[in-house]
């Protein structure tokens, strides 16, 4: 079984600041982990994926993350966040067949 | 972006009445899932589908049911709708990897339903 936790249901940044978005996840077998964001009555969609290789990972829009095997961590980070970086953001964990999200974070951006 | 549609986008229904949500891919994927997202709760696992007849249950089943009779098409019924289906339901498609396990995921644009 597989499931994710994700430390932090508001974050609030002032533009230019880093973004930090903390996600921890518990896997039975060697963990696939995503980040998705959602922006305001859409769909979900892929910022970036851990499959196996490189631990630090690159996405769009600037953001990339790290996964940490013996922290069992896979953190979101932007150096600068943008206004228009302000939506929710899910961390996921792929098992066997199905993935698990954790419950969201809502990032705001102060001017 | 990937094609996936979902209709209806909007629904207002009564307490105990069926309804059937509808979820077609133009991606020729092989794995389908129903999603449903409420404050607090992220995204739950509702039903999955791995192929063609192939379906099982996720976290949060009951209540629901689904068929898979074409590769493209996943459908999503709630028999005697109830006020807590109320919620945003997400369908979204995945081509396995190498290893068999699902890869990234692509969502529709998800349908909102409201059980009056």
């Known amino acids: 079984a597989q499931s994710v936790t994700q430390l932090g249901s508001h974050v609030s940044v002032s533009e230019g600041a880093l973004v930090l978005l903390r996600c921890n996840y518990s896997?039975?077998?060697?963990?696939?982990l995503f980040w998705y964001v959602q922006y305001p009555n859409q769909g979900l969609q892929l910022l970036l994926k851990?499959?196996?290789?490189?631990?630090l990972v690159k996405g769009i829009n600037g953001f990339e993350a790290e996964f940490k095997k013996s922290e069992t961590s896979f953190h979101l980070t932007k150096p600068s966040a943008h206004m228009s970086d302000a939506a929710e953001y899910f961390c996921?964990?792929?098992?066997?067949?199905?993935?698990?999200f954790g419950a969201g974070t809502t990032v705001t951006v102060r001017a | 972006d990937a094609g996936i549609t979902q209709s209806p986008r909007h629904k207002v229904t009564e307490t105990g009445t069926p309804v059937t949500l509808r979820c077609h891919q133009t991606?020729?994927?092989?794995?389908m899932y129903w999603y449903r997202q409420d404050p607090g709760h992220g995204l739950r696992l509702i039903h999955y589908?791995?192929?063609?007849?192939?379906?099982d249950k996720g976290e949060v089943s009951d209540g629901y049911s689904v068929s898979r009779s074409k590769t493209e098409d996943f459908l999503l019924t709630l028999e005697s709708a109830t006020s807590s289906q109320t919620s945003v339901y997400f369908c979204?498609?995945?081509?396995?990897?190498?290893?068999?396990?699902?890869?990234?995921?692509?969502f529709g644009e998800g349908s909102r339903l409201t059980v009056l």
């Open positions: 979204a498609i995945s081509e396995s990897t190498g290893g068999g396990t699902p890869g990234e995921l692509f």
């Open positions: 996921a964990v792929s098992g066997r067949v199905k993935l698990s």
């Open positions: 589908s791995y192929g063609v007849k192939d379906t």
């Open positions: 991606e020729n994927h092989r794995y």
């Open positions: 851990y499959t196996t290789g490189a631990t």
């Open positions: 896997s039975s077998v060697p963990p696939y």
